[in-house]
């Protein structure tokens, strides 16, 4: 049973940095998609980053690109997410990821293809 669990939410000024971790009880050993996602709405989830485990590849949507960097700690799989240069727009529920994935080509639209999710962390940048 995979278990995710997000921690390090918080509040933060204008122009601040968070770092957002993913704790995983069970990965599998290749092919995984592991992404952050924010909630703009009561059904849907934005994609933020993505990362393939297999070889590092990494994701970003545009409006993060360059401010946030995600990553995971290889020993521990646990999932990060460095949020620099904070703004208001980027407030919001962030929910860790997963879902297998054979190519390193990782999805960061129609969230609905990860099939595991965390509880979700709030951020919120004023």
């Known amino acids: 049973h995979v278990q995710l669990v997000e921690s390090g939410g918080g509040s933060a000024q204008a122009g601040g940095s968070l770092r957002l971790t993913c704790g995983v009880s069970?990965?599998?050993?290749?092919?995984?998609?592991m992404a952050w996602f924010r909630q703009v709405s009561e059904k849907t989830r934005e994609g933020v980053a993505a990362l393939y485990t297999d070889d590092g590849s990494t994701y970003y949507a545009a409006p993060v690109e360059g401010r946030f960097s995600i990553s995971q700690d290889e020993a521990s799989k646990s999932l990060y997410l460095q949020m620099d240069n904070l703004r208001p727009e980027d407030s919001g529920t962030y929910y860790c990821a997963l879902m297998p994935q054979t190519t390193p080509a990782c999805p960061l639209v129609g969230w609905r293809v990860y099939d595991h999710w965390g509880q979700g962390t709030q951020v919120t940048v004023s």
């Open positions: 069970r990965l599998r050993s290749s092919g995984n998609c």
